[in-house]
């Protein structure tokens, strides 16, 4: 069964302090590993998708990694704007038809950076 | 429409009753997809929908939960003899997956979701 999770559930930093979200997931060949931000009240905003083990991507202060086993958030220099609950989900290979279409995703990581 | 657009936003209802959800998806997308999420917790598949016809239904909990997408664009979710479980945000997502020759990933958009108590 594919199976994502999610560690720390919940992370509090200081602005300014580094540091990294971990993804860890199971899934019958991989299509796509996906990081979205949800803030409270809306919807989750896509944030990147990793394809294949080795591959990173980059946005402001984030970079997300990808092995075989698990996907990194690295979050550098944190600002306050950056708390959101950060989701990450994984896509399988279609198996037959329609099928595979949805994503699985993790129980989240609640960042809190405080000023 | 410029996003995906999902109404109510919230809806309080007692035990027992009848509710719908509804989801407009972004113009042109032919993938619908709707999920529950509860406080806390990650978003939970429910049912995706190619076109007109439910492609994946596997996460629906049980047969009080049933949703249609009559014409290929707006989806409702219905939700029969309401339970106080029920309670969620129910979202609604659309992406391009499925569409000619696109084979990328699939990228899903969301709505703000629709916030659901049951009394």
């Known amino acids: 069964e594919d199976q994502v999770t999610q560690s720390p559930e919940a992370l509090r930093l200081q602005e300014g302090e580094s540091s990294s979200l971990n993804c860890s997931y199971t899934v019958s060949g991989l299509r796509g590993l996906f990081w979205y931000r949800q803030d409270p009240g809306k919807g989750p905003e896509f944030l990147f998708t990793?394809?294949?083990a080795g591959e990173e991507k980059e946005k402001e202060r984030l970079k997300a990694t990808l092995t075989k086993k698990e996907s990194f958030l690295h979050i550098t220099a944190p600002k306050p704007e950056d708390s959101a609950t950060y989701l990450c989900a994984v896509q399988a290979n279609i198996v037959q038809g329609n099928q595979g279409g949805k994503l699985i995703f993790g129980q989240g990581t609640e960042l809190s950076v405080k000023p | 429409g410029a996003g995906v657009s999902q109404t109510p936003s919230n809806k309080v209802t007692e035990k027992g009753k009848y509710v719908e959800l509804r989801c407009d998806p972004i113009?042109?997308?032919?993938?619908l997809y709707w999920y529950r999420q509860s406080l806390g917790q990650g978003p939970e598949f429910l049912i995706y929908?190619?076109?007109?016809?439910?492609?994946?239904d596997s996460g629906l909990p049980n047969d009080r939960f049933f949703a249609v997408r009559p014409e290929g664009s707006v989806s409702t979710l219905k939700i029969q003899r309401t339970e106080r479980g029920d309670s969620a945000v129910y979202l609604c997502?659309?992406?391009?997956f499925g569409q000619g020759k696109y084979s990328g990933a699939n990228v899903l958009t969301f709505g703000a979701g629709s916030r659901l108590t049951v009394l």
């Open positions: 997502a659309s992406s391009l």
């Open positions: 929908f190619q076109g007109t016809g439910a492609a994946d």
């Open positions: 990793l394809y294949s």
């Open positions: 113009s042109g997308h032919t993938a």
